[in-house]
Structures are given as structure tokens and as C-alpha cells.
Nanobody, 126 residues
């Protein structure tokens, strides 16, 4: 079972950048679909970006395409989310998640992931 710990959140001005990191232990990220999800107050958890190394698949939510980049460092066993041109609506708790097998149709569905980190807060001021 993989354990996940996020870091890198904090306050930022609109238009700024943040880099979130997810450190994994107990298993190799290269054998999982690794994703970033977020949840704002009063809203459902939603996918931001997912990368599945074994399937050769990386998917982004439409709301972050062109602004966010997910990357994976197998040597460090980490997954990173680079967030640029941040908007106030990006404010949320960001979670790292992992699941061994996720079909292409369900890769952006939070319900398909069983392994979660504790989350890191991102607050974008206008």
C-alpha cells in the first residue's frame, strides 16, 4: 500500500505560480496512476490532472489545461503539479491520489482512487 504526503501549498496572488509535490512511500509511483485532485468548500472533489505511466496516459481537467503540468520523478518517487497563472477559482485543498489500475473512462473520477494524501491548501488572492 502506498502512502502519500503532499507539500508546497500556500497563499499566492492571482497570476502567480505554485509547485505542489507528492512524496510516495511503501510502493513505486511508476506502478500507479497518480493524480492531483482538489476540493473547494461546499464543492465536490474534482480531478485536476492524472498521469498513468504504464498506460502512457496523462489527462488534465479542461479548467487547468495550458496552466498546470503534472510530472513524475520515478527516481525520487514523487509526483509534482506545477501550477501557473493561478486564478482565485483554483483555491482549494489539493490532494494527491494513487490507484494501480484505472480505466481511461474513469481516470478523472475521484471515486476510483483508494490511496490519498492528507491534502495541502492553496489559496489564490485576487
Amino acid at each position: 500500500q502506498v502512502q502519500l504526503v503532499e507539500s508546497g501549498g500556500g497563499p499566492v496572488q492571482a497570476g502567480g505560480s505554485l509547485r505542489l509535490s507528492c512524496a510516495a512511500s511503501g510502493d513505486l509511483v511508476s506502478t500507479y496512476c497518480m493524480g492531483w485532485f482538489r476540493q473547494a468548500p461546499g464543492k465536490e472533489r474534482e480531478a485536476v490532472a492524472v498521469t498513468c505511466t504504464l498506460a502512457g496516459r496523462t489527462v488534465y481537467a479542461d479548467s487547468v489545461k495550458g496552466r498546470f503540468t503534472i510530472s513524475q520523478d520515478n527516481a525520487e518517487n514523487t509526483v509534482t503539479l506545477q501550477m501557473n497563472n493561478l486564478k482565485p477559482e483554483d483555491s482549494a485543498i489539493y490532494y494527491c491520489a494513487a490507484e494501480r489500475r484505472v480505466s481511461a473512462d474513469n481516470v478523472l473520477s475521484p471515486a476510483r482512487y483508494r490511496n490519498w494524501g492528507q491534502g495541502t491548501q492553496v489559496t489564490v488572492a485576487s
